[in-house]
Structures are given as C-alpha cells and as structure tokens.
C-alpha cells in the first residue's frame, strides 16, 4: 500500500508493475528532474535491532540508495541493481546485503540499531550519488518493510500479518 508513504516532489509512483513475484503489485519510481528525489515514510523507532528491506529491480538506471534517519544522521546503503552487488554505504549499520530472486530482481536489506524517525527510498544516479544523470531516473520496487530484529517475510499491509479477523460474539465470551 502507498498510504504510509510519501513522494517529494518531482518524483512519480505508478503501480501495476510486474514484481519479483509474478504479481502486478510492483511499482515504478521514477524521478522527474535531476535532484535528490525519494519515496518516505514516518516512523518511530526505538534503539532496537531493526532489519529495512526491500525488492528493487533496475529501471532506466541501475542504483538503489536506501537511507533511514536518525533524526540527525542516518544509516545509508547504496545497492548495484545491474550486478547484484552492495555499494558505498555509511553511518555504522549492521550489515546490508543483495540477493537475486531472478529476472532482475533483489532482496536489498540493512541491519541497524540506532533509533529512526524517517525511512527513504532514492533511484540512485551512481554509487555514492543521488543527483545528476539523466531527469527520469527510474526503478522498480515492491514489499518494502522493516522488521524488528533480522529479516522475516514479508505481509502485506493489507492486514495484520495477513491472517482473516476472528470476530467473538456477545462482547467475547467463546470462541469466534
């Protein structure tokens, strides 16, 4: 779902995408200038152990940079989307990695322990950067989510942990 998240401007998201999954539900992000543009959401983490992932494929250009902000820095990762390999990072994360799941398509993830107040998805010029190049810098990304502890699977935001509501009767004595 976009709801928790957010664009700045000059950046488009357009749904319908074929994700790593066969599914329609990925989606293309796409900036419209050549500016730092990104995908975020609000959070309020704690200094707990937290795992941010997310499927990326290359679009019209080959980085990923994921970035989550601590408020006054942030914990950030560069991923090679066209050779499967992690880049430049900083801000004293964990670990990160990048797996294939085939036709293009990788699982990106970073560990931290720093408490977070932001996350943010950039399409990345380069290595180490996330201006210039060309105006319509674009990638596809699908189920991004940030876990507690290490990496689990992923569930859709359309429920909690996509299991069906139990509904109890007459105020919840007995089962549902």
């Known amino acids: 779902s976009t709801s928790p998240w ?3 401007s000059s950046i488009t998201l357009t749904s319908g995408q074929t994700g790593y ?4 539900n990925a989606w293309l992000l796409e900036r419209q ?4 543009r990104y995908l975020y ?3 309020s983490f704690s200094s707990n152990q937290y ?3 997310i499927y990326a494929k290359a679009g019209n250009n080959d980085w990923l940079f994921l970035y989550a902000y601590t408020g006054t820095g942030g914990v950030n990762q560069y991923y090679d989307l066209a050779n499967g390999v992690v880049g430049s990072s900083g801000g004293g994360f ?3 990695s990048i797996t294939s799941v085939g036709n293009g398509w990788y699982l990106c993830q970073m560990t931290f322990t720093t408490p977070l107040t932001i996350l943010r998805v950039y399409p990345a010029v380069a290595d180490g950067s996330i201006t210039g190049g060309v105006s319509d810098a674009s990638i596809y990304i699908q189920d991004a989510q940030v876990n507690s502890g290490s990496l689990k699977p992923y569930f859709p935001t359309t429920d909690r942990q996509n299991v069906p509501r139990l509904t109890y009767q007459n105020g919840g004595g ?3």
């Open 6 to 8: 957010g664009l700045t």
């Open 21 to 24: 999954d066969g599914s329609s």
């Open 33 to 36: 200038d050549t500016s730092a």
């Open 41 to 43: 959401q609000n959070v």
């Open 51 to 53: 795992t941010y992932s």
């Open 94 to 96: 964990t670990s990160s």
């Open 174 to 176: 007995g089962c549902p």
